[in-house]
């Protein structure tokens, strides 16, 4: 992916919380920040805040971060479903400039507010503004 194909980032600093046992940063904290950042990017493609997770794809480690390590997560778009918003994932290493993994498919799905997936009526990636949800959430999670 080059730094051009990536519509959506974020970097965190890597801390001591971060690592696993061998010093280094420890995958599932990596991957939690990934389904992180996805949703977001999701809801703001979607403009629905009930976009959820439904795949990830395998997950190709190539290499780590260690304490004070600044990492870079981007994501772009690949393509919408009816109900769905399917993204690609990669991760450097700004220090040593490396990779450090790969996520070719992540998938959202659009929910309605019953819970179910519902059409989103989007078919292509919005660059000039984010499809900011119009309401709170917790306005219609009592509806009905």
Partial sequence: MEKADITFRTRKWVRPEDLNANGTLFGGSL?????????????????????VTKYISEINFVSSAVQG????????????????????AEVRNMIT??????????????????????????????????????HHLTETLHED
């Fill in 69 to 88: 390590d600044l990492i870079e997560m981007g994501l772009t778009a690949k393509r919408f479903g009816r109900t769905s918003l399917t993204m690609r």
């Fill in 31 to 51: 991957l939690k920040w990934i389904d992180e950042e996805a949703a977001i990017y999701a809801i703001l493609q979607l403009g629905n805040g009930r976009a």
């Fill in 97 to 134: 400039r490396q990779s450090i993994l790969t996520i070719e498919e992540i998938v959202f799905v659009n929910m309605g507010a019953d819970g179910r997936p519902q059409p989103h009526g989007y078919t292509e990636i919005t660059y000039d503004r984010d499809r900011i949800p119009t």
